[in-house]
């Protein structure tokens, strides 16, 4: 039972809640004061470095999803049960959360690859994956902010790929979706937060995905949104360390662990 059900269809909710929750998270972000003490990086050093500005980059976001609605409404018509058919039975919680698991990888071998290859490729990253990459300090709004293209091939059919793959029902791809956008969002958020469960969860976090937006790393810490298994099984881990800045705030510096 869940407090949608007799409302909204699941596939309803599959298509919509993440782009609800992004809003929500990334929106509970920017409203925070400016907690100077746990950012990443700077205000300065934000408006200096980054190249595009936040009216911009709203518009790019809800582009991407524009077209996530298109290809999510699409992937649940072709998926749903015949209506004549009954409702569909949900496994029990133990399958779903192996699902959600298988979900989790396949959607992090995806990512890794096409993030890996957008790099490597000069003509897709100087044409492509270098929109993202002009927020130079990440922040929470700008998680999605791709080129219309990356965002479709990198998030949108990585998505799509991870519900096909692990099997499962439209109601738990809701769960797994949201969850996913509320990684993402919080691996740009460029705060490090005291007691953040995802800081105390995950090795690829907030920092680890600021060491990819640096200059030296840019072709370092391709994972996301979950592990660093492929990071570290294909050579292209950059470890890095968290310190203190002297005006405020801490740094994340590539180095040792």
């Not at 096909?164 to 791809?173: D, E, N, P, Y």
């Not at 840019?218 to 990071?231: L, V």
């Not at 002297?246 to 994340?252: I, Y």
């Amino acid at each position: 039972m869940v407090f949608w059900e007799g409302w909204i269809s699941d596939e309803l909710m599959g298509t919509f809640s993440p782009i609800v929750v992004y809003w929500l998270y990334a929106g509970m972000y920017q409203l925070l004061p400016p907690l100077d003490q746990y950012r990443l990086h700077t205000r300065k050093e934000e408006e200096q470095k980054n190249l595009v500005p936040l009216s911009s980059v709203i518009k790019g976001v809800l582009l991407q999803q524009l077209v996530q609605v298109a290809v999510a409404g699409l992937m649940f018509l072709v998926t749903a049960k015949p209506s004549g058919e009954g409702s569909i039975i949900q496994p029990s919680l133990p399958v779903q959360l192996i699902q959600i698991m298988v979900a989790m990888l396949i959607m992090d071998t995806w990512q890794y690859f096409i993030h890996r290859y957008m790099h490597q490729n000069k003509f897709l990253y100087r044409h492509i994956h270098s929109q993202h990459h002009r927020l130079v300090v990440p922040y929470a709004i700008g998680a999605l902010y791709n080129h219309p293209l990356e965002g479709l091939l990198l998030d949108t059919f990585g998505g799509a790929i991870s519900f096909l793959i692990s099997g499962m029902t439209a109601r738990t791809a809701v769960f797994f979706f949201c969850f996913a956008v509320i990684k993402t969002v919080d691996d740009h958020c460029g705060l490090w937060l005291p007691g953040n469960i995802f800081h105390i969860i995950f090795q690829n976090n907030t920092a680890y995905h600021d060491i990819h937006h640096q200059l030296q790393g840019t072709k370092y810490n391709y994972s996301q949104p979950f592990f660093s298994i492929w990071d570290r099984l294909l050579g292209t881990y950059m470890p890095f360390s968290l310190v203190n800045r002297k005006e405020g705030g801490f740094e994340a510096r590539i180095g040792k662990d």
